[in-house]
């Protein structure tokens, strides 16, 4: 099945510390993106990746890092200057940036105490 | 900047009714308008895409229009059932920034009552 996942569904950390979320898709998609959403929001942009080892930041880079080695996979890094990072993580690609569809994984939510 | 709004936020029908689902922009220059559907805890689904050169999409139960002149586009939804209570979320994709990615609305969270 093609499709995008996420691991893992829940994450709960300490405050101070890095943690990385996963996201890969075996969709062949040269995009992908990462959204932050919080109750009451809606999505906003963190990063996106038009091809391989090329990213941008979006919104609300600031706190955040990511890596795009390989086309399959697009890591989030939540490190400890993000201030508030508890919220639901969601990775999406699409074929191109500019124009395609976007399909989205399952989320992570992470919990930082 | 692009912003995207819907509503209503909330909206509770009976089942078996037929509903409609607001969303606006305010900046007509957008590549495509994509509706999402989003269980608690999920991820999106995505409905319906209309490219910026359409003015209609439609899959089963669901219809999707599009003004771009106006700015606003509608999810219709035929015979609502239970099983169609979630979040509704609009996105535009902006069409003058270059590899931009989606911009939202903040949802229409829908209850369908049995």
Known sequence: DGGITQSPKYLFRKEGQNVTLSCEQNLNHDAMYWYRQDPGQGLRLIYYSQIVNDFQKGDIAEGYSVSREKKESFPLTVTSAQKNPTAFYLCASSIKSGGGEQYFGPGTRLTVT | ?114
């Open chain 2, 1 to 114: 900047k692009q912003e995207v709004t819907q509503i209503p936020a909330a909206l509770s029908v009976p089942e078996g009714e037929n509903l409609v689902l607001n969303c606006s922009f305010t900046d007509s220059a957008i590549y495509n308008l994509q509706w999402f559907r989003q269980d608690p805890g999920k991820g999106l689904t995505s409905l319906l895409l209309i490219q910026s050169s359409q003015r209609e999409q439609t899959s089963g139960r669901l219809n999707a229009s599009l003004d771009k002149s106006s700015g606003r586009s509608t999810l219709y939804i035929a015979a609502s059932q239970p099983g169609d209570s979630a979040t509704y979320l609009c996105a535009v994709l902006p069409a003058n920034q270059a590899g931009t990615a989606l911009i939202f609305g903040k949802g229409t969270t829908l209850s369908v009552s049995s």
